[in-house]
């Protein structure tokens, strides 16, 4: 679990990926999101496809921030073939995080054999990048929630991803789902789609289990972190 206590605002950076992934995205939305992501220290800076991963390599050179592009989003319903040669561009175009969108449908159709080989195919693909796989918790019950964590830690995939961010969130109950059953193993979880009161949320998530916050309210989050504090949603700072 994360001890707040120890950790600066700036520490905090890292347990965010600031994402900007709207369709009207600009080259100049992506720019000054990647100085953004600077600025608060982010682990990541996500966007929406390979596309603009050159333009974030270039920003992010010389940083420790992740280039973060997705992979088969937002619907993950291409084939195992189509995602994998997109990791594979992502990952020569620069990109040094992917998160993967997984087929809810397949998973619903209990194909967990085709599931967990397009698993293993992606991390193959993604070589030396870190890798995350989105099993948008909105379409799932309980039980498919469980079922998808089983599949990517047993894939080797270093992230379970609550969603994509373009549909309904988790619920608290939803990622303790996910933390609970990833315990034990080394794939850790990212929480998306966080809903309104954004940082009261993104925080609860990370006390919750959750390790990475992926959002476009990075900025909004994190300035919060003082109020946060001030009335015991976070622990104060209390030195390292």
Do not use: H
């Not at 100085?35 to 990541?44: D, L, Q, S, V």
């Not at 940082?199 to 919060?224: C, H, K, W």
């Amino acid at each position: 679990m994360i001890d707040f206590s120890k950790m600066t605002k700036r520490d905090i950076g890292k347990l965010f990926d600031y994402a900007i992934l709207p369709k009207d995205t600009t080259e100049k939305d992506i720019r000054e999101g990647c100085r953004k992501a600077i600025e608060y220290n982010c682990k990541a800076f996500c966007f929406s496809s390979s596309y603009w991963t050159p333009i974030v390599a270039e920003e992010l050179k010389g940083t420790d921030i992740q280039v973060g592009a997705a992979i088969g989003f937002p619907f993950g319903q291409q084939s195992s073939a189509v995602k994998a040669f997109e990791t594979e561009e992502a990952v020569r175009l620069g990109a040094t995080v992917l998160d993967n969108c997984m087929n809810v449908g397949a998973l619903k159709d209990k194909k967990y054999d085709e599931i967990l080989r397009e698993f293993r195919e992606y991390k193959e693909a993604a070589g030396p990048a870190e890798t995350k796989m989105i099993i948008e918790v909105a379409f799932l019950t309980d039980e498919e929630i469980e079922t998808a964590c089983k599949l990517v830690a047993e894939a080797g995939i270093d992230w379970a991803k609550s969603s994509s961010g373009q549909y309904q969130g988790p619920s608290l109950e939803q990622v303790r789902i996910m933390v609970n059953t990833l315990k034990g193993t080394n794939t850790r979880v990212k929480v998306s789609g966080v809903k309104f009161p954004r940082p009261q949320n993104a925080y609860t998530f990370l006390m919750a289990g959750a390790e990475l916050i992926g959002s476009r309210a990075v900025p909004e989050i994190i300035d919060s972190l003082d109020l946060m504090r001030e009335i015991g949603i976070v622990p104060k700072y209390e030195g390292k």
